[in-house]
């Protein structure tokens, strides 16, 4: 399970009201203990996708790579990608699925008419052919 | 040598290390010795094929593989390997 500790939490979602009518990224830096994962620091990131935003993300790995170095020097780990689904449930969707990566988790939020609705979590496998939803918390 | 940075979901298959130091000219050289002592990391960057996955970057220091010779770029000590995924989405091609 993950769970979303509030302050990364009420960033996240801050970043996906402000980024609507398009979708938002960003990176979740926290600590695992075992089967469970606990996010304490959410970092923005900015959607590289060339073209129109309202339905597609793209995460540059060179701010990745930025983000893995920032959890390393807080102690930190780089556990989690988040996005938002505008006007949109919080599936986990084809494009989702075939640009995603298994190491991570990955967290979607429906953010609806600008406010935030629900939100999910998946684990994509290695095949990019399933992602099983993970329970959330926060 | 060169040290690799392992990412935390990775960790599991480098007795929790998250980072490892091994020999090599090149990234290539690098990358095949990693997997040779830590061979459960093959499946994690490489195909069946020996190609690396197509989630997988990899940076020398800050730069990119891919623009300074893919596998062939030399490595010195001091140096600094990342694995870093791409990751891209989005509402665009419905449901799975």
């Known amino acids: 399970m993950i769970h979303i500790e509030n302050d990364p939490w009420a960033a996240m979602v801050a970043h996906a009201r402000a980024s609507y009518p398009n979708e938002c990224c960003g990176a979740m830096l926290g600590s695992t203990d075992g089967e469970t994962k606990t996010v304490r620091e959410a970092i923005a990131l900015q959607n590289a996708f060339e073209g129109a935003q309202a339905a597609r993300y793209e995460l540059r790995p060179e701010d990745l790579l930025a983000a893995d170095k920032a959890a390393r020097e807080r102690h930190m780990d780089l556990i989690g990608i988040y996005h938002s689904h505008p006007d949109c449930d919080a599936y986990f969707s084809k494009t989702d699925l075939q640009n995603s990566c298994p190491w991570y988790t990955f967290v979607v939020l429906s953010i609806r008419k600008g406010e935030f609705d629900h939100a999910n979590s998946f684990l994509p496998n290695f095949d990019q052919t399933d992602a099983p939803k993970e329970e959330l918390t926060y | ?96």
């Open chain 2, 1 to 96: 040598m060169a040290k690799i940075l392992i990412p935390t979901p990775l960790r599991q298959f480098t007795g929790k290390q998250d980072s490892v130091t091994v020999p090599g000219g090149t990234v290539g050289e690098v990358l095949t010795r990693l997997t040779a002592e830590y061979p459960d990391l093959r499946k994690q960057i490489f195909t069946d094929e020996g190609k690396l996955r197509s989630f997988v970057n990899v940076y020398l220091n800050d730069e990119d593989i891919r623009y300074i010779g893919k596998d062939t770029a030399a490595t010195t000590d001091g140096d600094t390997l990342s694995l870093v995924p791409s990751i891209a989405g989005g509402t665009a091609g419905g449901r799975n």
